[in-house]
């Protein structure tokens, strides 16, 4: 990426944007399909301009090294060090200027020790990076995983790993890269999974305090101890909003108008005060039962790691083996003991086997992500007026919102190959992609091994 192609990269997205706003004054002139294009090139500009910093900041940083002493570039600009010079320019945090230092070091070309010019420690990250393809953030957490994981899982890896992860990171939103590295660190590091897990369960803590006539609660707890809490308080809100589409008046004064966070409030308040009134030691709670999945091999051999629906980070086998132990985990065996999976025009509603089998290839909604626990199994062609079958593979997990997206903007769905390894692609209509590529959904955008 030389810098005569990174700044053409920046002329040509200016232009674009240019182009954009020739006859518009302000943002509110423009049309639905110009405020589009403005935002496709605000975001390639964006993270062109962020790969620029990256490198800008790795120089500062290379003229500011200690050995340099009065003679840093740092120290003439009458900053302390590299960091907070790049941070007091841009407005910053020191924090996010040492990341960018991080990155640019992490993807700019090196030198050896008789100053010959060698690769990029990164070269995948710095190319997509150089495209705009993606921006400093998401490379950061490429970078940092990479770093952690490299000594353990040897060159060769490294390097398919890293081209496998810029690749997947593409058009995806920050808080989708690191699901996709969460995953993909329990994929490159199995036997890493156990040691990290104990090391988050010892940071466990609950911590309650009354201030200005409150009562505040403040929990930090690791994905295994958290999965039942989750759970029970998806339920609860899953149940309040379906008690709420069976009320009369949606907008009468009685109406139940809170907000997730509230309701969520008042159902650990309730879920704590039945705990205490019931013989049973376990609330009974409708929807949230907490699903443990697992290799019957890994489970077997004690090796390898296990995921929970709705939750990214992975767990260790000795963690599922103690949920399994407590009871309530369902087990992922799925189309056999006459259980089945296709049932044509037979049933119109999806069976619980065949839900479990979707949330297995989905994850959750296969568009946005939310978790199982908050969607639903939707026929891919509509039941009345496509005559849908209730198969598995015409069926997909969707949200309530993506549902209706899909059916009110002229989306499809495709679904290629069969089972629970199938992958589902959504096709967006005309008027947002006039080439409708397909796009990726479910877990497959997040697995390394696919």
């Given amino acids: 990426m ?22 518009a004054g302000h943002a509110s002139d423009l049309s639905r399909a110009g405020l589009v294009a403005a935002n496709d090139a605000l975001g390639v500009l964006h993270r062109l301009v962020d ?3 990256t490198e800008v900041a790795a120089g500062i940083a290379r003229e500011s090294r200690v050995e340099l002493g009065a003679g840093s570039l740092a120290k003439e600009q009458g900053f302390r060090n590299a960091a907070q010079f790049v941070a007091t320019v841009t407005g910053r945090s020191t924090g996010e200027a040492s990341r960018l230092v991080a990155i640019g070091e992490a993807t700019a070309p090196r030198s050896d020790l008789l100053g010959g010019r060698l690769p990029a420690k990164y070269p995948a990250v710095r190319k997509a990076l150089g495209a705009g393809r993606i921006g400093a953030p998401a490379a950061g957490l490429i970078v940092t995983l990479l770093d952690r994981v490299g000594v353990k899982i040897g060159t060769d890896r ?28 329990a994929f490159l590091d199995p036997d890493g999974v156990a040691p990290r897990e104990e090391a988050l369960r010892a940071q466990n803590s609950l911590v ?31 149940a309040v909003f379906a008690a709420r589409k069976n009320t009369l008046d949606p907008n009468g004064p ?8 509230q309701i969520q409030a008042d159902g650990l308040r309730d879920i704590c005060a039945h705990v205490r009134g019931c013989d049973d030691s376990t609330p009974a709670l409708a929807g949230a039962t907490v699903i443990v999945r697992v290799a019957l091999d890994d489970l077997s051999d004690g090796t390898g790691y296990g ?26 065996v799925l189309g056999e003991d006459s259980e089945i999976l296709d049932w044509g025009r037979e049933k119109r509603f999806f069976t619980r086997a065949q839900r479990l089998a979707l949330a297995e290839r989905d994850g959750g909604c296969a568009m946005c992500t939310l978790p199982p626990s908050m969607t639903r199994a939707h026929h891919i ?24 997206r899909i059916h009110d903007n002229g989306w499809d769905i495709r679904i290629d190959g069969t089972g629970v390894t199938a992958r589902v692609w959504f096709i967006p209509p005309p008027h947002v992609d006039p080439n409708r590529t397909p796009r990726l959904g479910g877990t497959a955008r997040y697995n390394l091994a696919a």
């Fill in 2 to 23: 030389s810098k005569t192609t990174h700044l053409d990269a920046l002329h040509e997205a200016v232009s674009r944007l240019d182009a954009v706003w020739a006859d």
């Fill in 208 to 238: 309650m305090f009354e201030r200005d006539g409150r009562l505040h609660i403040d929990g930090d707890v690791d994905v295994a101890t958290g999965a039942p809490i989750k759970a029970a308080l998806e339920g609860y809100v899953t």
């Fill in 51 to 53: 790969a620029l910093e």
């Fill in 307 to 332: 995921s929970i629906d709705g939750i990214d980070q992975r767990v260790g086998i000795g963690t599922v083996r103690r949920m399994a132990a407590s009871g309530g985990v369902i087990p992922c």
């Fill in 381 to 404: 062609d509509w039941w009345e007026r496509d005559h849908g079958r209730t198969d598995l593979d015409r069926g997909v997990l969707l949200c309530e919102n993506c549902h209706h």
């Fill in 158 to 185: 490294i390097f398919e790993a890293e081209a496998l992860l810029a690749e997947k990171a593409a058009g995806l939103s920050l808080n989708e890269v690191r699901t996709l590295v969460t995953r993909a660190e």
């Fill in 254 to 261: 009685d109406a139940d108008r809170r907000t997730v966070a």
